[in-house]
């Protein structure tokens, strides 16, 4: 597609269910981003993706938090027995390769609409 | 690790007046430097970067210099408009293995006719 797509808008649960987010990048961008942007915060960096690896999950704030990626392209975030303080806007984001340094990300991040998610 | 601060909001400006939302960095090495905005009801775009000492990003009339001497990087714009009401981000990538990107926690603009 034309940008960063994910679903859903909106998700409202309850305090202990399982959510899973979705996030579809650019097509052809090798890298993608997890994001928690809280209440009156500024966006707390969570998971990073390159192709379907994850070099760097240190921003995950629990095990209840895990991410996946499948083909190189789409994403879940997965949330597994929500809390109240899960509750946030989830943003995604993809940026493609520097031709010149090889399979290096460009440091342009392109976002997702974000998903709000509500834990009652 | 690295960190962005940046002045905290809201700023309220009245329309054409100038501009000034301060942001300093810490990192180690050469990062590159942004500005994002999120206007309301929507996500997160770029609206300009730097990518070493003395650049300056401009975009729809908004400039930003990279200063290292000074670790900022703050953004100015001379005559504001109501549609730039939005909330601003400075932020930081790293130099490192991947451009991991390290977010101020976000300065809303709000300018009234």
């Known amino acids: 597609g034309a940008g960063v797509s994910q679903s859903p808008s909106n998700k409202v649960t309850e305090k202990g269910k399982d959510v899973e987010l979705r996030c579809d990048p650019i097509?052809?961008?090798?890298?993608l981003y997890w994001y928690r942007q809280s209440l009156g915060q500024g966006l707390e960096f969570l998971i990073y993706f390159q192709g379907n690896s994850a070099p760097d999950k240190s921003g995950l704030p629990s095990d209840r938090f895990s991410a996946e990626r499948t083909g190189g392209s789409v994403s879940t975030l997965t949330i597994q027995r929500t809390q109240q303080e899960d509750s946030a806007v989830y943003l995604c984001a993809s940026s493609g390769q520097d031709g010149l340094a090889g399979v290096r990300p460009t440091d342009t991040q392109y976002f997702g609409p974000g998903t709000r998610l509500t834990v009652l | 690790g690295d960190s962005v601060t940046q002045m905290e909001g809201p700023v309220t400006l009245s329309e054409e007046a100038f501009l000034t939302i301060n942001c300093t960095y810490t990192a180690t090495g050469y990062p590159s430097l942004f500005w994002y905005v999120q206007y309301p009801g929507e996500g997160l775009q770029l609206l300009l970067k730097a990518t070493k000492a003395d650049d300056k990003g401009s975009n729809k009339g908004f400039e930003a210099t990279y200063r290292k001497e000074t670790t900022s990087f703050h953004l100015e714009k001379g005559s504001v408009q109501v549609s730039d009401s939005a909330v601003y981000f400075c932020?930081?990538?790293?130099?490192?293995?991947?451009?991991?990107?390290?977010f101020g926690t976000g300065t809303k603009l709000q300018v009234i006719p």
């Open positions: 932020a930081l990538s790293g130099d490192g293995g991947y451009q991991k990107v390290t």
């Open positions: 097509s052809g961008h090798t890298a």
